[in-house]
């Protein structure tokens, strides 16, 4: 494991830098033609990409899959602790970590723990609520995640003139969000 204080260092803002979505699959996909597939060895070389690109590289949004891992496991233990040295790596050099939260335009609610609702974007699947989908960042990796990215977020749901709008969903996940973060970041600074 990396040193506790390389952990918890806060990143510094140091001129222009880039944002990375760190959806680096390891589900065996296909990559390319030349048989290149997505396996967990393959993600990892990526997460060491992004950590040698140092300052240049400001916010990973790290993939959902790495919010996913079951701690019951040997395999979820075992990836568990290889992303926290990833994302410590990356921390190290000055990078945020951000994990990837889905929201379907606003309209799946922060909800109650355990709620899942009917993903309005895929109706045919079921997704955990927003809240749920935090908390599985904060509980595998508490304060190595320095913020919460939802995708998918509020649009349409919170324009007053259109049916169906829910006006506060959007302080209602940012509420959320920065009570988690403060749980978790006893250093971060809020105005």
Not at 72 to 97: D, I, P, W, Y
Not at 121 to 142: F, M, S, T
């Amino acid at each position: 494991m990396v040193d506790t204080g390389a952990e918890r260092a806060v990143p510094r803002l140091i001129g222009p830098r880039m944002a990375v979505g760190a959806y680096f699959p390891f589900d065996e996909r296909l990559l390319d033609p030349s048989g290149t597939r997505a396996d967990w060895s393959w993600a990892m070389a990526q997460w060491d990409r992004v950590a040698q690109a140092r300052q240049a590289v400001r916010l990973l949004i790290a993939d959902q899959a790495y919010s996913g891992f079951d701690l019951a496991t040997q395999e979820g233990q075992e990836r568990t602790s290889t992303m926290h040295n990833k994302f410590a790596a990356c921390r190290a050099v000055e990078q945020l970590v951000f994990g990837y939260v889905y929201g379907g335009e606003g309209k799946i609610p922060r909800g109650n723990p355990g709620e899942r609702y009917q993903d309005p974007l895929n109706p045919d699947r079921q997704v955990a609520c927003v809240g749920d989908q935090i908390d599985a960042w904060h509980k595998l990796y508490g304060d190595q995640i320095d913020g919460i990215y939802v995708d998918f977020g509020p649009r349409d749901c919170t324009d007053p003139n259109k049916p169906g709008s829910n006006l506060v969903i959007r302080s209602n996940y940012r509420d959320y969000v920065e009570r988690k973060c403060l749980l978790y970041r006893r250093d971060w600074k809020h105005d």
